[in-house]
């Protein structure tokens, strides 16, 4: 299969531009500036992205790739410090702008030259979106400057014999006008591209290439209804069909129908489908506990207790499957990083193991296209676009103390808040949103007499990477509505309010 490398300098859009040519249905992979030149060579990419990053390429530990990479063949494009980047390994110039005026940060009306492939078919002017302090001086011999703004008149850089491009703009982001067309051009015109990834046929590949890496061996998966774990079952369940096995563990703390929508689900499915009803044990150990760190830990550890004992239950097994996906392996690389993400990402799983290998079918796969493979694998819309939800449920969603009660009226909320949201128009359309319950009671009036109820908090945010959040404007009709409802439908509550905090400085959980 044809293959992008793109060359990651630590931009902040280094994910962004790898789900760009994918989403044209090329297929790439992100890997450090300094991946050595043989393995540049032995990945045989169709073409090579240099990020942005957030170096200067003057200053003498900026990073920089194996200069044999342009000895290669293989077109290169470089997006802003990849662009100055390639000038100056080139023999051009680049210079700190010394006035604000060079400067160019956010939307710039950028003019193209239209007889540059990389710009063929957009049209003369759009507005494409900057972000540098440093611009190309001197444009390097055998390049011509292809594209100008009123501050720079080297926004983009062309070599059509070499195939080197360099643009000092960001394509991938939305706010470039026509940035997907660049980079279509980038992949189609110039790299000779055929449109060969889709998910149809990452499914037959991963299918085949787990029934060679498994053989008869059998597998063992912690389902938990989520849409990583739940793709991953799917894919595996058509590899080695009964020779996997999917634990799933009802700790109680899932929303309204949610564990048996996953077992109707995954039950019909040729694989050995385990549901374990761990709810008392864990509403046990959480009886009295009220901070928070402290029900997170204890669920956690009491998840990986039910998991072990299932997985000797049954006797075990050879591999471990894990839903981890592309964003994951990315971080990884990046140091720091990486032990909180895998941490989350194995979600509690037992750190050794007497398994025989892990199998992360869906590591090279960003979250859309986890998605996309899901459909494809024809598992239901609603299990597929699903929201995200945390590993320990509605225990972090019950303020303090949880219980049994606590519980039935938070999931009978939620239930009618997600439900109003779902009948909503294409408007309205949160990033995650849900019903907490607060551990305030207050007095209302209901019919004639008093009340002594709790208030639920309606909590909905618009994010794109969860780790800021802002409160979704939603429309006060539809918050009349769900407020009434849950009044009169739910017992036990007398007061519903909603949430106005963005993040930070709040979480989306409540703890
Ligand atoms: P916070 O509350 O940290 O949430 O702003 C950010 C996103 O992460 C989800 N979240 C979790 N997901 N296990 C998970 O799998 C967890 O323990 C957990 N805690 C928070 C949260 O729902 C939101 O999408």
């Not at 703009?169 to 055929?194: K, M, Q, S, W």
């Not at 009295?288 to 299932?310: A, L, Y």
């Amino acid at each position: 299969m044809q293959k992008i490398l793109i060359l990651d300098f630590g931009g902040q859009y280094d994910q962004l531009i790898a789900r760009r040519v994918r989403e044209l249905r090329v297929y790439c992979e992100v890997h450090p500036h300094d991946m050595p030149i043989e393995a540049i060579r032995a990945f045989d990419p169709l073409g090579i992205i240099f990020t942005g990053g957030p170096g200067s390429v003057y200053l003498p530990d900026s990073p920089k790739p194996d200069p044999a990479v342009f000895s290669l063949g293989v077109p290169v494009l470089g997006i802003c410090y990849g662009c100055q980047l390639m000038a100056q390994m080139l023999g051009g110039e680049v210079t700190a702008a010394q006035d604000a005026s060079a400067r160019e940060y956010g939307r710039t009306v950028t003019r193209f030259d239209p007889t540059c492939p990389l710009f063929r078919g957009i049209g003369e002017k759009s507005v494409t979106w900057m972000s540098h302090g440093d611009y190309l001086s001197k444009v390097p011999a055998g390049f011509y400057p292809a594209a100008r703004s009123a501050a720079c008149p080297t926004a983009a850089i062309c070599d059509g014999e070499r195939r080197f491009y360099g643009v000092q703009f960001h394509p991938e982001v939305d706010h470039t006008e026509r940035g997907r067309e660049i980079l279509h051009n980038f992949l189609y015109r110039i790299c000779g591209a055929r449109s060969e990834w889709t998910m149809a046929d990452f499914r037959t590949r991963t299918v085949k290439a787990l029934r060679e890496e498994i053989g008869d061996g059998r597998a063992l998966l912690a389902l938990s209804g989520g849409v990583d774990s739940s793709v991953a079952a799917a894919l595996l369940s058509e590899s080695i069909g009964e020779r996997l096995t999917c634990v799933f563990v009802d700790h109680g703390l899932m929303r309204k129908g949610e564990a048996d929508e996953v077992e109707a689900v995954f039950s019909k499915r040729r694989l050995n489908f385990i549901r374990v009803d761990a709810k008392e044990r864990f509403l046990t150990r959480l009886a009295g506990v009220s901070d928070p760190e402290t029900k997170r830990k204890i669920i956690g550890e009491e998840f990986v207790r039910v998991f072990e004992e299932e997985a000797r239950r049954i006797g075990g097994a050879d591999f471990l499957v894990q839903g981890t996906i592309y964003p994951d392996v990315i971080e990884s690389g990046k140091g720091e990083a990486a032990v909180i993400k895998s941490h989350h990402n194995v979600g509690g799983l037992p750190e050794h193991t007497d398994f025989r290998g892990i199998v992360e079918p869906l590591r090279l796969l960003f979250k859309d296209e986890v998605r996309q493979l899901g459909r494809e694998l024809s598992l239901p819309e609603a299990l597929v676009s699903r929201q995200p939800f945390p590993g320990p449920g509605l225990a972090i969603r019950v303020i303090g103390e949880v219980t049994e009660e606590k519980l039935a009226i938070l999931r009978e909320a939620d239930a009618i808040f997600r439900e109003e949201i779902g009948r909503a128009g294409p408007e309205v359309k949160p990033s995650q949103y849900f019903a907490a319950l607060t551990n305030v009671r207050s007095v209302g009036v209901m019919g004639d007499g008093r009340s002594y109820d709790y208030a639920i908090a309606l909590r909905s945010v618009k994010t794109g990477d969860f780790m800021t959040a802002e409160f979704s404007r939603l429309p006060w009709e539809l918050l009349d509505r769900v407020s009434v409802r849950i009044v009169n439908e739910v017992r036990g509550v007398n007061r519903v309010f909603y949430d106005i905090t963005s993040k930070p400085p709040a979480t989306v959980e409540y703890e």
